[in-house]
């Protein structure tokens, strides 16, 4: 039995029915070149364990990237014990013990040796292997990629690998030298004003869309607002950006505004998703470890998309929202327009207390038919299993108290509306562009 397991019967039944599933995972952050880890550093280098080891006392710079990964493994497991009340070392545990073979209590400066050669898959030829072996033991259906605009997307099966086009860097830095260069690179054309750079963009979503991918996704900050840019400053302020001038702050919102709405557009004419993560501010805290530098603005609202909501009908929009208080007014918004969903539990959001109030709210308010559970935002495969069944816990500790006790449901029915939850809503709404999810 999963650690993951609740203690209540009901629910542990419907825990382990659910964990029998395979994973559809629709964001993660995961190289399709090398998608599991090849050392225990690439496990301990995930920014949750570096930041909260930093936010109990650890110096940055014991974990440099300059310093021998096992060295860096060893300086974090000195601190781990700081922070073994955490939900994120509950998942350090569960990969421990379900692939690595790890038989302790601990993860800590006495083990960490033993951990490290036991999670060492560094030897030529092993990589492949072990990646296929943390792919089978978690029984995943299909994970999802964060590929920059520019990722030539070969190499890898994009039925089980799915790219997806990641454009932050489109919109929020056109106006960098290195974003025209790369854009220009990518697509042969040569982007001098708005129409060739719609050109530019709009040749993206065909070459992305004929190697598999079926979402475009992006991570917006608090003050950003979506609205349809003023043509004719428009045209200026692009030529600005790309022409590597200084912009004012009108000119930055011009083209940030224009280059979003475009791919709003183009999301409708290629029938994508519009993947919307919302609210981190960048670098809040300058002198934290690599990741651990970001926060939220609890003032941020979707009161700012309902425009972009109403203007695309049928594009769909996964949500989520930093904010960990933000839940109620995605709750509504989801309640409200057909076209927004709920979508998993984000960052900040990702701990049990959060996911429990959301996941309720969801389910108590939202149809059935447009709620995509979690999704695990993993950058190597063997944290996609942990996090999953913490999802699948509190799903099935809801379901039995909710539903089956609740309202009188049977466990079969609960089951139905788990299964729509984690398989069948993100298979449907990410399914391949004109065709079926496979």
């Known amino acids: 039995m999963s650690q993951a397991a609740p203690p209540d019967p009901l629910a542990r039944e419907l825990f382990e029915q659910i964990a029998s599933w395979p994973i559809y995972d629709p964001h993660s952050h995961i190289d399709a070149h090398r998608p599991a880890s090849r050392n225990l550093d690439e496990v301990l280098g995930y920014h949750y364990y570096t930041e909260l080891a930093h936010s109990a006392g650890m110096p ?29 070392y509950s998942w350090l545990l569960e990969i421990a013990r379900t692939f690595f073979g790890f038989q302790g209590d601990r993860i800590d400066a006495d083990s960490i040796d033993d951990l490290y050669r036991l999670a060492d898959h560094s030897a030529a030829g092993a990589g492949e292997a072990w990646d296929r072996s943390v792919w089978e033991t ?15 997307l070969e190499g890898w099966d994009t039925s089980k690998y799915v790219p997806c086009l990641r454009t932050d860097d489109l919109v929020l830095k056109l106006h960098e030298p290195r974003t025209i260069q790369r854009l220009q690179a990518s697509t042969n054309v040569d982007v001098g004003d708005v129409k060739s750079l719609r050109l530019a963009i709009a040749a993206l979503f065909e070459y992305f869309v004929e190697r598999g991918a079926r979402a475009c996704a992006i991570s917006l900050p608090p003050d950003f607002v979506p609205r349809r840019a003023t043509p004719v400053a428009s045209q200026n302020s692009v030529r600005r950006a790309i022409t590597h001038m200084d912009l004012r702050p009108d000119e930055h919102e011009e083209v940030r505004t224009l280059v979003f709405w475009t791919l709003a557009e183009l999301c409708a004419e290629w029938n994508l998703p519009f993947d919307l993560m919302i609210g981190p501010i960048r670098n809040v805290y300058p002198g934290g470890v690599a990741g651990g530098r970001d926060l939220f603005d609890r003032r941020v609202s979707l009161h700012d998309y309902a425009v972009l909501f109403t203007h695309f009908p049928g594009v769909s929009f996964p949500v989520s929202t930093l904010s960990p208080d933000a839940g109620a007014e995605l709750v509504a918004f ?105």
């Not at 300059?66 to 994120?88: E, K, S, W, Y």
């Not at 959060?354 to 935002?377: E, H, N």
């Open 334 to 438: 989801s309640w409200i327009f057909p076209n927004v969903v709920p979508n998993g539990h984000w960052w900040y959001s990702n701990v049990p207390a959060f996911i429990a109030a959301d996941l309720k709210a969801r389910l108590q308010a939202v149809p059935k038919t447009k709620l995509v559970g979690y999704y695990s935002d993993a950058y190597k495969l063997e944290f996609v299993l942990p996090k999953f069944n913490m999802y699948r816990r509190l799903l099935a500790e809801f379901l039995a108290e909710d539903c089956v006790r609740g309202r009188g449901w049977s466990a079969d029915r609960a089951l139905e509306l788990a299964r729509l939850v984690l398989l069948e809503n993100p298979r449907r709404l990410f399914q391949r562009p004109g065709g079926g999810a496979g």
């Open 60 to 88: 940055a710079a014991e974990v440099d990237p300059g310093l021998p990964p096992q060295q860096r493994a060893r300086n974090l497991a000195r601190h781990l014990h700081r922070i073994d009340n955490t939900v994120q």
């Open 138 to 152: 978690t029984n995943l259906e299909a994970v999802f990629l964060t590929n920059e605009f520019d990722d030539p």
